[in-house]
Every structure is written in structure tokens, then in C-alpha cells.
């Protein structure tokens, strides 16, 4: 997967820095979805190395971003897969570089 994609530091920073509040006013923040399963996210693409903190990242964003909708675990990494690896209308495969260099800076 060619293009533009995040570095362990940086996929870390933002995963630490990312938070919701659940139903009980509670805040949580930091990872939701461990590295490994993040993984599931890129499975079937090749040449994944360069993406894997892609993964982690994009899904950990999905997760706290839809926390408070019910989905189970593999639900959640079943939109983020879709809405970050598998979206036609955006062709660069740096989806997720540019969905937080959009968001952050």
C-alpha cells in the first residue's frame, strides 16, 4: 500500500489522545482495540507493513467515535475496515494519514 501512512510514535500519540464518554458520563480514553486486532482492519491487502499503525489508529478513532451505538468489538473493526481500507471513492491508500493530518493540523 503505497503513499503516506503514520509511524508507531505518532499512531501511539493519537491512540492515547483519543477519548469518549460513555452512557455513565464516564470519560475513557486510549486504546479500545489492542495492535493485534487492529490488524484485522488490513488482512487481506499485501504488503501491510507500511499500514499497520494505519490500522491501529483507524481503529481506535471508530471505536471511541461510535462507542456510545452498542456494536460489539468485530462490528466496530468491520466499519472501520470498510470506511478506511475499503472506500472506492478515495483511491490513495493513505486514507488514514490524511484523515488525521485533516483532523489535527
Not at 480514553?29 to 482492519?41: C, K, N, P, S, V
Not at 491487502?45 to 471511541?64: G, L, Q, R, S, V
Not at 467515535?65 to 468489538?73: G, P, Q, R, S, W
Amino acid at each position: 500500500m503505497n503513499g503516506k501512512h503514520l509511524t508507531e510514535q505518532v499512531a501511539k500519540q493519537l491512540v492515547n489522545g483519543m477519548y469518549h464518554t460513555d452512557s455513565k458520563k464516564e470519560v475513557i480514553f486510549g486504546e479500545l482495540i489492542t495492535f493485534d486486532e487492529a490488524q484485522e482492519l488490513i488482512s487481506d491487502k499485501p504488503n501491510t507493513e507500511h499500514c499497520k499503525w494505519d490500522a491501529y489508529a483507524a481503529a481506535n478513532a471508530m471505536a471511541h467515535d461510535i462507542a456510545n451505538v452498542n456494536l460489539n468489538k468485530n462490528q466496530i473493526l468491520n466499519i472501520a475496515k470498510s470506511f478506511f481500507f475499503k472506500d472506492e471513492d478515495f483511491s490513495d491508500s493513505s486514507k488514514v494519514f490524511w484523515y488525521f493530518e485533516w483532523m489535527l493540523f
